[in-house]
C-alpha cells in the first residue's frame, strides 16, 4: 500500500506550528507495512486542498488528510471534500448522537457553530472521534482511500490507531512488515557505517538498514518487508555480532527509560549536580513518568560559589585542579548525594563550549563522576566541538555511567 498525508492549514505554512501529524501518521503506517510516498502541506484553500487530492491520488493507494475540520467558517475541507467526491453535506444522526454525548455535562455549551459538526459529505463514513467534536471521514472510490482527521495533534493520535488502523489492515491484509532497534554509544555515525559496511551490502532483498543518529548515540533500525520479515530475528542477530566490543542496547527504549526502568526495579533513588550540562539531566529523568519515585533533585552548580558553597567541593581542589577535572567531579557527586540524600547521584563538570577550551582542556571536556554506597568513580570524556552535542553526550553518557555502576553493585 503506498500513502501520501495532506496536512492543511495556513498556520503551518506561516512556520507558526510544527506539523507534528505527518511524523505520527508515517511512523504509524510504516509499522503497518505500508509506504509513505508523499507528505505535503497546503493552505486553507478550495483550490489548494483539491489539487493536491487529485495529484496525490495518481500515485497513492491511501490518501490521509489532517486539518480543517472545525466548527469556524476558515475550517473548509468538509465542502471541498463533498465538492471533490461530488456529494453534499448532510445532516449525520451519528455524528450528532456523538456531540451529544460529549455536551451531555453541559448542554448549553453546544453553539451553532457545534452544531455543524453534524452535517458530513453524504457519501463519508463517520470515524468516531472521543476527543473532539470533529468526526473524522472516510471516502472510497475507484479503488482509492480517503481519510480525512482533524489536526489537533492529540486527536489525530486518537484516532489513527482506533479507528483508521483497524480498517487498513482490514482492506490491506497483506502487509507485512517487521522492524528492529539496537542502540549503539560511544560512536559516531560514519565509523559505525565503516564497520557494517560488509554486514549492509550481505542483507537479503527486502531488508534495509537504516542510521538514526542522536547526540551520544545512535540508533540501527532494521527493518524486513515482505517474505523477508521470516529472517529478520537472524539478521538482527548477525547485527549484534557485528557490534562486538561496542556498548549497545537492543530495543527503542530510550536511555532515560531503561534508566528509570532500572531504578524502579531495584528500589534505589538518585540526585544529579550539574554544571555543563545546566540541568539537562534532571530534565530528562523527570521527562519519564513516575520519576518522583526515585529522583530526589539535583543541584545545577554551574558557578564555583555553588560547588563550594552548596556541594562541599575543596576551594583548594578547585584552585589546583580547575573545575573540569576528576577531582571536582567526585565531590560533585559526593556532595549532591549528602544534600539529597539520594542513593546514587551522579555529577558532570566540563567545557560545552564554543569557548573556554585550553589546549590541556579543549572544548568537548568533560568529567562525569557517579557516587553510590560502594564509593565514587569518575570518568572522563572528550566529546565534540559543537555545544548543543556536548550538553546532550554529556547527559546521555551520564545516565549510562548511572545505569553502570547500579547494575555493578547489584552484581
Not at 131 to 139: D, E, N
Not at 147 to 171: C, H, M, N
Not at 196 to 216: C, I, Q, T
Not at 294 to 301: E, P, T
Amino acid at each position: 500500500m503506498k500513502a501520501a498525508i495532506i496536512t492543511i492549514g495556513d498556520e503551518i505554512l506561516l512556520g507558526q506550528i510544527l506539523d507534528t501529524n505527518s511524523q505520527f501518521i508515517a511512523r504509524e503506517l510504516t509499522k503497518l507495512g505500508a509506504q509513505t510516498v508523499e507528505m505535503r502541506s497546503v493552505g486553507d484553500t478550495r483550490d489548494e486542498i483539491l489539487s493536491a487530492l487529485e495529484s496525490t491520488l495518481k500515485m497513492a493507494d491511501t490518501v490521509i488528510i489532517t486539518g480543517g475540520l472545525g466548527p469556524t467558517k476558515d475550517d473548509i475541507t468538509k465542502n471541498a471534500l463533498a465538492d471533490f467526491f461530488h456529494t453534499t453535506l448532510e445532516f449525520n444522526a451519528q455524528a450528532q448522537a456523538w456531540l451529544d454525548e460529549l455536551f451531555a455535562a453541559n448542554p448549553a455549551r453546544m453553539n451553532a457553530y457545534n452544531k455543524t459538526q453534524a452535517f458530513l459529505p453524504a457519501s463519508c463514513t463517520p470515524l468516531h472521534n472521543a476527543k473532539g467534536t470533529a468526526c473524522g471521514m472516510w471516502f472510497e472510490e475507484n479503488g482509492k482511500i480517503v481519510i480525512s482527521l482533524p489536526g489537533v495533534p492529540f486527536e489525530t493520535e486518537y484516532l489513527i490507531p482506533a479507528e483508521v488502523l483497524p480498517r487498513l489492515k482490514q482492506k490491506f491484509p497483506q502487509l507485512q512488515l517487521s522492524y528492529q532497534v539496537v542502540t549503539v554509544y560511544d560512536i559516531p555515525e560514519s565509523d559505525l557505517a565503516m564497520r557494517l559496511d560488509a554486514f549492509e551490502r550481505a542483507l537479503p532483498v527486502g531488508m534495509k538498514l537504516a542510521y538514526l543518529p542522536s547526540a551520544g548515540f545512535v540508533r540501527l533500525r532494521l527493518t524486513a518487508i515482505g517474505p523477508v520479515v521470516e529472517k529478520l530475528n537472524e539478521m538482527t542477530e548477525k547485527l549484534r555480532t557485528n557490534l562486538a566490543g561496542l556498548p549497545f542496547t537492543s530495543g527503542e527504549e530510550k536511555p532515560e527509560d531503561f534508566c528509570a526502568k532500572q531504578l524502579k526495579q531495584l528500589g534505589r533513588t538518585v540526585a544529579c549536580a550539574e554544571s555543563c550540562t545546566g540541568g539537562n539531566i534532571a530534565h530528562l529523568i523527570t521527562s519519564v513518568p513516575g520519576a518522583s519515585s526515585y529522583f530526589l533533585g539535583g543541584i545545577v552548580s554551574y558557578a564555583n560559589d555553588v560547588k563550594v558553597n552548596v556541594l562541599g567541593v575543596n576551594k583548594t581542589d578547585l584552585a589546583t585542579f580547575g573545575a573540569v577535572s576528576e577531582q571536582v567531579a567526585l565531590q560533585m557527586a559526593t556532595g549532591a548525594r549528602r544534600v539529597t540524600g539520594a542513593e546514587y547521584a551522579v555529577s558532570t563538570t566540563g567545557i560545552a563550549g564554543p569557548d573556554g577550551g585550553t589546549p590541556q582542556k579543549p572544548v568537548g571536556t568533560v568529567w562525569i563522576a557517579v557516587a553510590g554506597p560502594n564509593g565514587a568513580k569518575a570518568k572522563k570524556f572528550l566529546f565534540s566541538h559543537t555545544r548543543e552535542r556536548n550538553i546532550g553526550k554529556a547527559s546521555i553518557n551520564a545516565l549510562r555511567l548511572l545505569v553502570q555502576t547500579i547494575q555493578k553493585d547489584r552484581a
